[in-house]
């Protein structure tokens, strides 16, 4: 993916293949690197005109509607498209088995998403793209679309297959590990825990729809989308149509989040590209948000059997997390439940499976935090059990296992700091009032407990690469297929090019979101602000040694503020250093580094609720996170990221719950008035505290990832405190009155 990469131009690479101790950033001469800034494209966006995937107005666009498969699992005999074609409005109806695809979630090479043919796997599979000169035609035309289908039998409900699991493969992420005998520590401990989780499938539910224009000049498509990752999204999206890769553009200049669903592409892109071919005109095709519940993605649900041996005085001596999860048949893709398992906890006996049931319903794939975000409701309750077990403090149980390297591969952490976090937050959050016996607290009707959580997500990097243009006026852009999902990408970046370069970051223009610029791995797995960051650090440090250069001064010496480069007794404005403009391009690798230490992000989740002793109602009452995740490159939009973390969290402790219906597989709850995520009335006072932190073996700009930790382990947090509130314990989200009563 990364061959245009300008051939022998300038540039900057690093692979990190050894800890970076040193950075630009820490100077702070600029001052605007970690200032709680606003986002620089809040005004667009706020004021309508930043143009999102289902907006742009292209000449002559036809309308398209993609039609579900109504049956859970067989093939279709036949559409009858002549049916629908003289109905007002409608130009064609493209069926194209081959390429319509059940979406495949990984992205790039992996998974090649073609469907096979006639088939339907699951209730709401696409099969078909009306296209009419309106939506309002195409929907209609859609709606009257007979098709004859063969009924197959599936496999709908879990439980009933539950027996038939098998083990999880995949190349990324270990699915089986075993170290040293844990039904022997089980047998010899004198305290042991045996319970299991159940967590429902889960849906990412971004605000924006999936939604495409596509649009072909000779034999190169431009699509329009809502894409995380653009650069691995038009190489999958080009391999299932067929092209080459260098032929598919993406622009995915704002989306309106992703959590996950628009990491791979969905059949919305392939259905408008393919009818577009087909027309010569350009197609729009936007997801209903039925659709989006049927047709995209799902986080899998899973079942965790956790178990733990310990000695009295809490010290772990066994750790097993063994988790089942559903995907359709054969995928490989499986809910990495027991991912943090794996580091979070000492004892030397450990056993973390992922077993998988196949089920005719929607695609399971990633959603927010992939493995933590559920895991760590079956580890961390499975924690909270142990303390009251052991009758000890649950901060305490957890500090006494916080261990000083990695508990399965003898390497140190890069940086960790989970048992400050949950130090600095006890006292914050006033830990010392939590009653030690459930139930004995209550104010009128209401139980009032407390319940906390430890954090944790694996930090990543990924190959990325930005150009950073200095030009002639002083001004500057920074470019990159790196994307903004409503995170802050657009203004950590120009806050990162500013503080190094001294140009205000008013000065500085940003463009994401277009594989034309140079590529890079997008928004995923919280990888995006330190890879695409990254990058435009390296560039910047090209361009600051060119600008060393054309001033004749040493770059150890040369001070970039407020437009102007100073150094050895010297002063010049940097727009008369750069002649007709100057320009580099960055790029990071990650290297051998990542196998000499174990790098995640930590924290601490607390959380109070009330429990209505009469319905069974909860109410979370407030919530605080402390984290620590390397340097904080923006103290606003990394707040803002672990408070849509922890919203999260509420909704997967309280409403969160995508329900297949038994007999067919067909989702009955596909939309957001059935699925209920967490609104405002939900959702009291979140509290954030940063620890401060740098990380010299992740990456040059010393951060780590933000995006997902507040997520990890703020649903447990809310489980544990509803114990401590009224006494049961529920183990099966999501947390409803009838569980308590
Ligand atoms: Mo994330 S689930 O990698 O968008």
């Known amino acids: 993916m990364f061959e245009k990469l300008f051939a022998g131009g300038d540039t900057n690479s690093l692979t990190m293949d050894a800890p970076h101790p040193a950075s630009l950033l820490d100077s702070g001469v600029q001052g605007v690197i970690s200032r709680p800034i606003d986002r620089v494209e809040g005004p667009l966006k706020v004021s309508g005109t930043a143009t999102y995937a289902a907006e742009y107005r292209l000449d002559d666009m036809v309308h398209g509607v993609l039609v579900g498969a109504k049956i859970g699992h067989g093939t ?208 729009k095709a936007v997801m209903a948000r039925q659709q989006v519940f049927d047709a995209t993605v799902r986080r899998s649900n899973t079942e965790q059997r956790v178990r733990f041996a310990a000695g009295t005085d809490g010290r772990l001596t066994a750790v097993a997390h063994n988790s089942l999860t559903s995907n359709l048949p054969e995928e490989t893709y499986f809910e990495p439940v027991g991912i943090c398992t794996h580091f979070l906890y000492s004892g030397e006996n450990r ?155 008013e000065r500085i223009t940003m463009s994401l979101g277009d594989t034309n610029d140079p590529p890079a791995a997008g928004s995923g797995g919280s990888w995006g602000a330190a890879s695409a960051g990254s990058a435009v650090y390296l560039a910047c440090e090209r361009l600051r040694e060119k600008l060393a250069a054309a001033m004749d001064v040493d770059v150890d010496v040369l001070t970039l503020k407020d437009g102007m480069a100073i150094g050895d007794n010297r002063q010049k404005a940097i727009s008369d250093l750069v002649g007709e403009g100057m320009q580099a391009l960055g790029e990071i690798k990650p290297g051998k580094n990542e196998k000499l230490h174990r790098q995640a992000s930590y924290g601490a989740h607390f959380a109070e609720v009330g429990v209505n002793a009469v319905t069974g109602e909860v109410r979370v009452r407030r919530m605080l996170g402390v984290f620590a995740a390397g340097r904080i490159l923006n103290a606003k939009t990394a707040r803002s990221q672990c408070l849509g973390g922890m919203t999260f969290g509420i909704g997967c402790a309280l409403t969160e719950d995508l329900i297949h219906d038994q007999r067919t597989g067909k989702l009955v709850n596909r939309d957001l008035a059935e699925y209920h995520v967490p609104v405002n009335a939900d959702v009291p006072q979140l509290d954030v505290h940063f620890l401060d932190e740098r990380d010299i073996h992740a990456n040059p700009i010393h951060a780590k990832g933000i995006g997902e930790l507040g997520i990890c382990g703020a649903a447990p947090a809310i489980v544990n405190a509803v114990y401590n509130a009224c006494g049961v314990r529920v183990r099966e989200m999501p947390i409803t009155c009838d569980k308590l009563l």
């Not at 000169?133 to 439980?159: M, V, W």
């Not at 083990?167 to 089986?176: E, L, N």
């Not at 794939?365 to 077990?389: F, Y």
């Not at 952490?413 to 006033?430: D, N």
């Open 76 to 283: 279709v005999e036949s559409i009858d498209c002549d049916a629908v074609k003289l109905m007002p409005g409608v130009i064609d109806v493209v069926i194209d088995f081959d390429t319509f695809i059940r979406n495949s979630q990984q992205g790039g090479e992996t998974n090649a998403p073609t469907q096979g043919v006639k088939e339907v796997d699951y209730f709401g599979q696409i099969v078909a793209i009306v296209l009419a000169d309106s939506f309002e035609n195409a929907r209609a035309a859609a709606q009257a679309l007979p098709i004859h289908y063969t009924k197959k039998d599936g496999h709908y409900a879990f439980e009933e297959h539950r027996d038939e699991a098998e083990p999880c493969q995949d190349s990324q992420v270990q699915g089986y590990y075993k170290q040293g005998d844990v039904d022997k520590a089980l047998a010899e401990a004198p305290v042991t825990l045996d319970v299991t989780y159940v967590t429902p499938s889960q849906n990412s539910a971004a605000m924006e729809p999936h939604a495409s224009i596509a649009v072909w000049n000779d034999d190169a498509l431009t699509l329009y989308g809502s894409y995380q990752m653009p650069t691995s999204d038009a190489e999958q999206l080009a391999k299932s149509l067929g092209v080459p890769k260098d032929k598919v553009r993406i622009i995915s200049r704002y989306i309106g989040g992703g959590f996950g669903s628009k990491l791979g592409i969905a059949p919305e892109s392939v259905a408008a590209a393919i009818a577009s071919r087909r027309l010569g005109r350009p197609v």
């Open 351 to 505: 056993s973390i499976t992922h077993d998988q049931v196949t089920l005719n319903i929607l695609l399971s794939g990633s959603m927010r935090a992939p493995g933590e975000a559920v895991g760590m409701v079956g580890l961390e309750c499975a924690m909270d059990e142990l303390a009251e077990t052991l009758g000890m403090d649950p901060i305490e149980l957890r500090k006494v296992n916080d261990p000083d390297r990695d508990p399965e591969q003898d390497v140190p952490f890069s940086s960790r700091q989970l048992s400050r976090s949950l130090e600095e937050g006890a006292k914050m959050f006033g830990w010392d009032q939590r009653n030690r016996t459930p139930g004995s607290r209550r104010e009128g009707e209401w139980l009032i407990g407390i319940g906390v959580s430890s954090a944790a997500r694996s930090n990543m990097l990924q190959q990325s690469s930005a150009k950073v243009e200095i030009h002639p006026d002083g001004s500057a852009t920074v470019s990159s297929a790196m994307t903004d999902i409503g995170t802050g990408s657009y203004t950590i970046m120009a806050q990162i090019a500013s503080e190094i370069l001294g140009i205000p970051v």
